[in-house]
C-alpha cells in the first residue's frame, strides 16, 4: 500500500514537472519516459501483481492530466508492469544490467504501440522516420537515466516492499491472535 | 490451522489470477467510454488539475524569478547606466509621441471615412497564462490556466501581441487546452496584407512531409497555391480574412519566408514563419467572443 502510493506520488510530481519546468532536460526536443522507469523498478522488486498495478495507476494519472482518453497509457504501462514482473521472477536484481535491459525492451515497446495507435492508425505510415526521430532516441535518453536512476529506484522499491510486508504479517499475526 | 491456511493461500492466489483480465477489462471499458462514446469524466481530470495547476504554476514562477535574478545580479551597475540613458530617450520619444498622436487622430478619421474600424483591438479580451505543454514526445497540447469558469469557450481564438497564436480546443471548468496554428490540422482564411490583397488559405505545417520539403519540424505555416494565380512574393504578410469562422479579421499570422515550386511546378507552396512562438511566450490573449459558427450534420463546427 505504501509502495503504491509512493509511486504513484512520485509519478505524479514527475508528470506535473515534466509538463513544465523538466522540459528543459529534452534533447533534441525528446524527452526520457520516466514514468516506466518507475513502473519497470516497481515491478521488477514486488512482481507481476504489485507491478501491473502500479503501472496502471501511473498510466491512469498520465492519461488524466495530459491524454483525451482515459486507459491507454495506464494499459501500456500496466502491461510493461505486468511482463517485466512476471519475467524477472526468479532472476536476481544485484546486476544492473537486467533492469537495464528491461527498460530498453520495454521502452521499444511502449514506442511501438504509440506509434501504431497515435500515428500508424490515423494514416501516418513513415515508419522509419518515427523509429529514428522518436522511438529510438527515446529508448537511448530513457536508458542513460536508467543507469542513473534505477539502482535508487529499486532501493526504493524494496524499502517500501519491506515496510509493506512487515505491515501485512502484523496484520496477519493478530488475527491469528483473534481467531 | 496449517489446513485452513493453506486454503485461504489457493484461494488468494485463485483470485490473483484474475487481476491482470480485470486490469485490462477495466482499461478497455475506459477507453470505450471516454473514446468512443465521448463521456468525458472531467470531474477526475478537474480534481486532479485542482492538485496540479497551483503546482505548475508555482513552479514557472520560481523559474521567471531564477531567471530575473540570474540576469539582473551581475548587470546591476550597466543597468544603472542604460537608465539614464534611456530617460533621456523617454523625453525625445514623449515628443514625438504627441506628434504621432496628432497624426494618428488624423488616421482615425480617414478610418471612419472608409469604415476601416473592423480591426480587432476592439475585441473583448481576457489574459491567461500557458501552465503546461505535453510531458511525453508523442502528442502536442498547451494548457491555459483559464477554463469554463472563466467564460471561455471552444473556439475561442487565443492571441499574443505579436499575431494570432490558435484557438481553444479543449475547455475544462479551470483550464482550457490550446491547438496552435502550426498545427497539422489547423486551417485558416487569411489574405496578403496589401490594398487588395489575396485570400489564401493557410495550413498548419508541423510534421508536414513531402519529397521537395522534406520534413518539416519546426512550427511553421504553409500556403499551398497554383503558381502565378496568387500574387504573393518573401516578405509578404499574412493576416487573418473576414471570410474565417472564429478568427476576426486583421490578426496577423505570419511571414512568408520561402516559396517552394512543387513537382512540375503547376503548384507551389509558400512557408511562413508565424508571428508568434508560443515556446517563448508564457502570457496569451484570449479573444472572448465567438464568432457566427456554421454547424454541419455531426455538431461539429469547422473553422
Known amino acids: 500500500m505504501i509502495s503504491l502510493v509512493l509511486n504513484a506520488l512520485i509519478g505524479f510530481i514527475v508528470l506535473i514537472l515534466q509538463s513544465s519546468s523538466l522540459r528543459g532536460i529534452a534533447i533534441g526536443g525528446i524527452l526520457p519516459d520516466l514514468l516506466l522507469l518507475l513502473t519497470v523498478s516497481a515491478a521488477m522488486v514486488q512482481g507481476e501483481r504489485r507491478g501491473s498495478l502500479i503501472g496502471f495507476v501511473l498510466g491512469l494519472l498520465e492519461d488524466l492530466l495530459f491524454f483525451r482518453v482515459l486507459g491507454f497509457y495506464a494499459l501500456i504501462y500496466m502491461l510493461i508492469g505486468f511482463s517485466v514482473g512476471y519475467l524477472s521472477r526468479n532472476l536476481s536484481r544485484s546486476l544492473l544490467l537486467l533492469p537495464v535491459s528491461f527498460t530498453a525492451a520495454s521502452s521499444f515497446a511502449a514506442g511501438l504501440v504509440q506509434f501504431i495507435f497515435l500515428r500508424f492508425l490515423k494514416g501516418d505510415t513513415r515508419f522509419a522516420y518515427y523509429l529514428f526521430h522518436l522511438i529510438l532516441p527515446e529508448v537511448i535518453y530513457t536508458l542513460l537515466l536508467g543507469v542513473l536512476l534505477l539502482p535508487l529506484l529499486i532501493k526504493l522499491n524494496e524499502f517500501t516492499d519491506h515496510v509493506d510486508e512487515v505491515n501485512a504479517q502484523k496484520r496477519r499475526m493478530s488475527r491469528r491472535i483473534r481467531s | ?303
Request: hydrophobic share 40%; aromatic share 6%; glycine share 10%.
Open chain 2, 1 to 303: 490451522m496449517k489446513r485452513e491456511d493453506a486454503e485461504k493461500r489457493a484461494i488468494r492466489e485463485e483470485r490473483a489470477k484474475w487481476r491482470l483480465p480485470l486490469g485490462l477489462a477495466v482499461c478497455v471499458l475506459l477507453l470505450i467510454i471516454t473514446g468512443m462514446l465521448g463521456l468525458r469524466l472531467d470531474f477526475l481530470r478537474e480534481a486532479l488539475h485542482l492538485v496540479s495547476d497551483p503546482i505548475e504554476q508555482g513552479m514557472k514562477s520560481v523559474q521567471v524569478w531564477i531567471h530575473d535574478h540570474n540576469e539582473g545580479w551581475g548587470t546591476m551597475q550597466s543597468v544603472m547606466e542604460e537608465n539614464a540613458r534611456l530617460r533621456e530617450q523617454v523625453e525625445a520619444l514623449e515628443e514625438e509621441n504627441r506628434a504621432l498622436l496628432a497624426e494618428a487622430r488624423r488616421a482615425e478619421e480617414l478610418e471612419e471615412l472608409y469604415a476601416l474600424d473592423t480591426y480587432y483591438r476592439d475585441y473583448p479580451k481576457t489574459g491567461a497564462q500557458i501552465i503546461g505543454l505535453s510531458p511525453n514526445n508523442w502528442y502536442d497540447t498547451f494548457i491555459l490556466d483559464k477554463g469554463s469558469a472563466d467564460g471561455i469557450e471552444i473556439y475561442m481564438p487565443v492571441i499574443t501581441t505579436g499575431g494570432l497564436a490558435g484557438h481553444v480546443s479543449e475547455v475544462f471548468g479551470q483550464y482550457a487546452i490550446v491547438t496552435s496554428i502550426v498545427d497539422q490540422g489547423s486551417v485558416i482564411y487569411g489574405q496578403i496584407n496589401r490594398p487588395g490583397g489575396d485570400l489564401v488559405v493557410v495550413e498548419g505545417a508541423f510534421g508536414y512531409h513531402s519529397n521537395e520539403l522534406g520534413e518539416i519540424d519546426d512550427s511553421l505555416c504553409m500556403i499551398k497555391f497554383v503558381t502565378g494565380e496568387v500574387d504573393i512574393t518573401v516578405g509578404d504578410e499574412i493576416v487573418t480574412s473576414s471570410l474565417g469562422d472564429i478568427y476576426p479579421p486583421g490578426l496577423s499570422i505570419g511571414i512568408v519566408t520561402e516559396i517552394i515550386p512543387v513537382g512540375t511546378g503547376y503548384e507551389s507552396v509558400a512557408i511562413i514563419k508565424p508571428s508568434v512562438d508560443l515556446e517563448q511566450t508564457d502570457m496569451v490573449l484570449i479573444i472572448t467572443e465567438v464568432r457566427n459558427l456554421s454547424e454541419n450534420e455531426n455538431g461539429e463546427v469547422q473553422p
